[in-house]
């Protein structure tokens, strides 16, 4: 079992910056990956961006490449989103999400990811 807190979200103007966070706990941390996804109104959820168990992977959905960047600390059992150059359309409630089946590649589908956090409001104002 895995359990997974996400904070960090808000309200920021275009062109600002914030870093969500997601703390897990349970399974071994470094033991899994980890990926982000955010979903809007009226849309459907989307990927964001996916790490690997030791950090030395990442995968970025082409809509916050060089924008954003995603870590992880494993000693802190905790993954990161670094959100730069944020945008209107960034809006949407960011959930992170553990793969424990680590899949290979990192997986861009929210049906590779077994567990689930619940969620942080961003909201970009223009």
């Known amino acids: 079992q895995v359990q997974l807190v996400e904070s960090g979200g808000g309200l920021v103007q275009a062109g600002g910056s914030l870093r969500l966070s997601c703390a897990a706990s349970?399974?071994?941390?470094?033991?899994?990956?980890m990926g982000w996804f955010r979903q809007a109104p009226r849309k459907e959820r989307e990927f964001v961006a996916a790490?690997?168990?030791?950090?030395?992977?990442?995968r970025y959905a082409d809509s916050v490449k060089g924008r954003f960047i995603i870590s992880r600390d494993n000693a802190k059992n905790t993954v990161y989103l670094q959100m730069n150059s944020l945008k209107p359309e960034d809006t949407a409630v960011y959930s992170c999400?553990?793969?424990?089946?680590?899949?290979?590649?990192?997986?861009?589908?929210?049906?590779?990811?077994?567990?689930w956090g619940q969620g942080t409001q961003v909201i970009v104002s223009s």
């Open positions: 999400a553990a793969d424990t089946r680590v899949h290979i590649p990192l997986q861009t589908q929210a049906i590779a990811y077994d567990y």
């Open positions: 349970g399974r071994t941390f470094s033991s899994y990956a």
């Open positions: 790490i690997s168990r030791s950090a030395g992977r990442t």
